[in-house]
């Protein structure tokens, strides 16, 4: 068995407790060596809880006195490039948590600097390593509902799961429901469906708490390269809708829908419930089309036959054992990131792909801005 990857870690905020799972539970392949944040306090408990003993407050410091192969970046989004960048000059491979970068510039960067050094370069998109992905991309790959035609996602978050004055609720550090939130979604939906080359969108600022234009409210419109058309929604404003988030694909020959979380995954391992789908029938959609006509010439169904005819019939959709080594995508994806940095493959979530996620995010926010359409090759 090889030697497994020595990780220094900046950032022990939240998410970082998340990428903590990983490191306990596999220390033959991850073994976690060094924590670094600028509160010390922060990176002792953080250390003391996975059993480590370098600790460091300065980042640099880190990258020039300890022992790691790579580094795993879990710091606010306006620090992303000049960490990874840094990190990658000395040869260290990089996982970056979510948003990629704060700026269009920094995630080129970021890439410029990985491809030169050969390092690899990985941004943590949690949504693509969770059980039901894998799935969900093959049933839609294979065909099952036909030509995609259309998308949407929602996240709204409101009361106390709403950020509070911080860097997330800062344009200046890449705060906003935008990166904090929707990038998930977003990402999710350019990994089943593909890129997108326009948009449309309209940000606003609501609560005091947001800073630095960074919005708590939007709505965008997607256009795809294969013609797929979606719409996106965020709100952290609300207090009287049930929060959520859920995502929806709509085919030729049928369909597919998140569902919420079941109560066991209510700390986090996952964020939705079972992918449902349902297909058409050419008999049940010959009735369905034919049914108002059917009954105004006096045919007669009872509301039960109706409401079964009505029905589309949604139904799980399986998984396929073996897809995800894990239940948790945060341990899914840490140890792709491993594998991928010892065998030289180009992660799912490269940097590479996922500046295609970035220009959306900066896309619908230059729309807003100028009240354009944004092509985003443009960008």
């Not at 939240?14 to 922060?42: F, K, Q, W």
């Not at 480590?52 to 410091?61: F, K, N, S």
């Not at 370069?121 to 035609?149: C, N, T, W």
Request: net charge negative; glycine share 10%; proline share 5%.
């Amino acid at each position: 068995m090889s030697e497994p990857m020595k990780v220094g870690l900046v950032g022990t905020g939240g998410i970082s407790n998340r990428h903590m799972n990983a490191y306990l539970a596999h220390p033959e392949r991850v073994h976690l060596t060094a924590v670094c944040d600028i509160v010390e306090s922060r990176a002792q408990e953080y250390a003391q809880k996975t059993g480590v003993e370098e600790i460091y407050l300065d980042y640099g410091e880190m990258l020039r006195k300890a022992d790691i192969d790579a580094v795993d970046i879990c710091t606010s989004h306006d620090l992303h490039a000049p960490q990874a960048v840094a990190a990658a000059a000395v040869g260290k491979h990089v996982l970056v948590e979510k948003a990629m970068a704060h700026t269009l510039q920094g995630c080129r960067d970021m890439i410029e600097a990985a491809d030169t050094s050969g390092a690899t370069l990985m941004v943590a998109q949690h949504l693509r390593y969770s059980p039901e992905a894998p799935a969900v991309k093959r049933f839609i790959d294979e065909g099952h509902i036909g030509e995609v035609q259309a998308v949407r996602t929602h996240a709204i978050m409101g009361g106390g799961r709403r950020p509070r004055k911080s860097w997330m609720s800062d344009g200046k550090h890449g705060g906003g429901i935008l990166m904090v939130n929707s990038v998930h979604h977003l990402d999710l939906l350019r990994y089943y469906v593909g890129d997108v080359k326009r948009v449309n969108g309209v940000c606003r600022t609501i609560e005091s708490q947001m800073a630095n234009g960074a919005e708590d409210l939007f709505f965008a419109t997607l256009e795809f390269e294969n013609g797929v058309i979606g719409d996106v929604y965020g709100n952290w404003t609300t207090r009287l809708a049930p929060e959520g988030m859920s995502y929806m694909v709509y085919g030729s020959k049928g369909s597919l829908h998140s569902t919420p979380p079941l109560p066991e995954n209510a700390r986090g391992v996952n964020q939705f419930g079972p992918i449902m789908f349902a297909l058409k029938t050419e008999e049940k959609d010959r009735i369905r089309s034919q049914l108002p006509v059917m009954q105004a010439a006096g045919e007669e169904f009872s509301a039960e036959k109706v409401r079964e005819l009505l029905d589309p019939g949604f139904e799980p959709l399986p998984t396929r054992e073996g897809d995800q080594p894990s239940p948790d995508f945060f341990i899914n994806e840490i140890l792709h990131w491993e594998e991928c940095c010892r065998t030289g493959a180009e992660p799912i979530s490269s940097g590479r792909d996922n500046i295609g996620t970035m220009k959306i995010i900066f896309g619908i926010l230059e729309s807003s801005r100028t009240g354009r359409t944004v092509d985003l090759d443009d960008l």
